[in-house]
T-cell receptor, first 115, second 113 residues
Framework: AQSVTQLDSHVSVSEGTPVLLRCNYS??????LFWYVQHPNKGLQLLLK??????LVKGINGFEAEFKKSETSFHLTKPSAHMSDAAEYFC?????????????FGTGTKLQVIP | DTGVSQDPRHKITKRGQNVTFRCDPI?????LYWYRQTLGQGPEFLTY????????KSRLLSDRFSAERPKGSFSTLEIQRTEQGDSAMYLC???????????FGSGTRLTVV
């Protein structure tokens, strides 16, 4: 079965402090994992992706995520938050369930950055 | 090509009316997806096309919903006899290779009053 759980619906950090957005997944197949960001009234933008290459993935805007198979996790981190990082972040899992590509989005984590 | 385009950006309709949304994917992308996103939720899969063939439909896609991609380029999503529960953001995405990156449009926000 395929599922993705974002453990925090809201995260609040001060500007300049580290960001950690947590994601756990379940997949019966070798999954691909993604993080997308959605700013208010905007479309979803890809931050980074894991597709069975290096387990530490670097994305845009200083974000990175580490694929940990033993923990079935794909947490998103950034060393220093910027005001422009305030948005909603979605963890996504993709695999081939039943012969079809299946993609599941998490319920999202809203990141608030405090000046 | 500037990405995935969706039209209209916003649509307000009265309950019971029919609405149609359009998505223009990135021109060389052969896969096109429709998702629905309600407030506080992540996008939920509705259906996808490979070229003009509709390969999968979610249980969320009731009989009132129909999607087409007649020439394997743009796609339309029609909702007949709209209900208040249809109010949501309808997102379109396209991709070149399955399992890899989706490029999303900005969505069509539907409000049924």
């Amino acid at each position: 079965a395929q599922s993705v759980t974002q453990l925090d619906s809201h995260v609040s950090v001060s500007e300049g402090t580290p960001v950690l957005l947590r994601c756990n997944y379940s997949s019966s197949y070798s999954p691909s994992l993604f993080w997308y960001v959605q700013h208010p009234n905007k479309g979803l933008q890809l931050l980074l992706k894991y597709t069975s290459a290096a387990t530490l993935v670097k994305g845009i805007n200083g974000f990175e995520a580490e694929f940990k198979k033993s923990e079935t996790s794909f947490h998103l981190t950034k060393p220093s938050a910027h005001m422009s990082d305030a948005a909603e972040y979605f963890c996504v899992v993709s695999d081939h369930t039943g012969g079809y590509q299946k993609v599941t989005f998490g319920t999202g984590t809203k990141l608030q950055v405090i000046p | 090509d500037t990405g995935v385009s969706q039209d209209p950006r916003h649509k307000i309709t009265k309950r019971g009316q029919n609405v149609t949304f359009r998505c223009d994917p990135i021109s060389e992308h052969n896969r096109l997806y429709w998702y629905r996103q309600t407030l506080g939720q992540g996008p939920e899969f509705l259906t996808y096309f490979q070229n003009e063939a509709q390969l999968e439909k979610s249980r969320l896609l009731s009989d009132r919903f129909s999607a087409e991609r007649p020439k394997g380029s743009f796609s339309t999503l029609e909702i007949q006899r709209t209900e208040q529960g249809d109010s949501a953001m309808y997102l379109c995405a396209s991709s070149l290779v399955e399992g890899v990156v989706y490029t999303f449009g900005s969505g069509t926000r539907l409000t049924v009053v």
